[in-house]
């Protein structure tokens, strides 16, 4: 669902004031506009936009959850539904279609909105549905990233990282835009929420924002040739998974040659299919 002038419906309450628009005229230069609803490009706008926004959420009888602000849940009498809202678009995911239908009449009342349809593509994410299940990737976005790269006619690599490493110690030049660096970096970082295989070589090489080297460029664009090789790559969502929560972790001991830390790391399931994962240097130094 998508919402038009998203930030036009927010109610101000602090006093905001502008000058009069083009095509008002006054014979007193002083005078101005006070707002009584926000306007694009107010910092005010957004927050205003989101309260508004929630307020409509929990008069249907959502609550909203304390670890992610933008998600919605609605259980009752057996019914459950989920809205995740980003800006001014939002999805509708639930257990029973006629109580859907009844909350997007809802939110049609209250707001200007579109229905886009089933859910395909959102924030580089493509969904696709299947007799097997719901397919999440990020093809295109890994294919923008192998062109802003310059890549595309470069030979691939099976694996993103090359075996027994030294990065953490490697020694070379520091790279004069450091910058390029750091925004593949960032990208890799946002496609790795559905490749799960590229975590260990992307929390390395994340180490190095600050003052990156040249085989540390050189690592990240191996992670690029490989994803030239499998850029359609995912993660499926099983229809026929248990409801059940099956959880595993595990502890690297003075993992890290430069801080002495142990890393910590754990992968959630539901039934089959991955939902969770994490790694995350531990607090505590190792000593020998």
């Given at each position: 669902?998508?919402?038009?002038?998203?930030?036009?419906?927010?109610?101000?309450?602090?006093?905001?004031?502008?000058?009069?628009?083009?095509?008002?005229?006054?014979?007193?230069?002083?005078?101005?506009?006070?707002?009584?609803?926000?306007?694009?490009?107010?910092?005010?706008?957004?927050?205003?936009?989101?309260?508004?926004?929630?307020?409509?959420?929990?008069?249907?009888?959502?609550?909203?959850?304390?670890?992610?602000?933008?998600?919605?849940?609605?259980?009752?009498?057996?019914?459950?539904?989920?809205?995740l809202v980003y800006?001014?678009?939002?999805?509708?995911?639930?257990?029973?279609?006629?109580?859907?239908?009844?909350?997007?009449?809802?939110?049609?009342?209250?707001?200007?909105?579109?229905?886009?349809?089933?859910?395909?593509?959102?924030?580089?994410?493509?969904?696709?549905?299947?007799?097997?299940?719901?397919?999440?990737?990020?093809?295109?976005?890994?294919?923008?990233?192998?062109?802003?790269?310059?890549?595309?006619?470069?030979?691939?690599?099976?694996?993103?990282v090359e075996p027994?490493?030294?990065?953490?110690?490697?020694?070379?030049?520091?790279?004069?835009?450091?910058?390029?660096?750091?925004?593949?970096?960032?990208?890799?970082?946002?496609?790795?929420?559905?490749?799960?295989?590229?975590?260990?070589?992307?929390?390395?090489?994340?180490?190095?924002?600050?003052?990156?080297?040249?085989?540390?460029?050189?690592?990240?664009?191996?992670?690029v040739r490989y994803?030239?090789?499998?850029?359609?790559?995912?993660?499926?969502?099983?229809?026929?998974?248990?409801?059940?929560?099956?959880?595993?972790?595990?502890?690297?001991?003075?993992?890290?040659?430069?801080?002495?830390?142990?890393?910590?790391?754990?992968?959630?399931?539901?039934?089959?299919?991955?939902?969770?994962?994490?790694?995350?240097?531990?607090?505590?130094?190792?000593?020998?």
């Amino acid at each position: 669902m998508d919402v038009h002038s998203a930030f036009l419906h927010g109610d101000l309450e602090e006093e905001v004031y502008m000058k009069l628009p083009p095509g008002f005229h006054s014979d007193d230069p002083t005078k101005v506009c006070r707002l009584r609803k926000s306007l694009y490009g107010l910092l005010q706008a957004p927050r205003c936009w989101f309260e508004k926004l929630a307020t409509a959420l929990r008069m249907f009888g959502f609550k909203q959850s304390y670890p992610d602000y933008s998600l919605f849940s609605f259980v009752q009498n057996g019914i459950v539904l989920h809205v995740l809202v980003y800006v001014d678009d939002y999805i509708v995911a639930g257990n029973n279609l006629a109580e859907i239908e009844r909350f997007k009449a809802y939110m049609s009342k209250c707001f200007h909105m579109k229905d886009l349809g089933k859910l395909k593509y959102l924030l580089g994410i493509e969904v696709s549905r299947g007799p097997d299940g719901t397919f999440l990737s990020q093809r295109k976005y890994a294919h923008d990233i192998i062109t802003e790269a310059s890549l595309r006619g470069a030979k691939t690599f099976a694996t993103p990282v090359e075996p027994n490493h030294k990065l953490a110690s490697a020694k070379g030049l520091v790279l004069k835009r450091p910058e390029e660096y750091r925004r593949l970096v960032g990208r890799l970082i946002y496609l790795s929420i559905t490749r799960p295989k590229l975590n260990y070589i992307v929390h390395i090489l994340s180490q190095f924002m600050q003052t990156p080297l040249l085989p540390h460029w050189e690592a990240a664009i191996r992670v690029v040739r490989y994803l030239k090789g499998c850029p359609a790559q995912g993660i499926l969502l099983r229809s026929d998974s248990a409801d059940s929560l099956i959880a595993y972790c595990d502890s690297d001991w003075n993992a890290c040659p430069l801080t002495r830390r142990s890393l910590s790391a754990y992968v959630v399931f539901l039934g089959s299919s991955p939902i969770s994962w994490k790694t995350k240097k531990q607090h505590t130094v190792s000593n020998y």
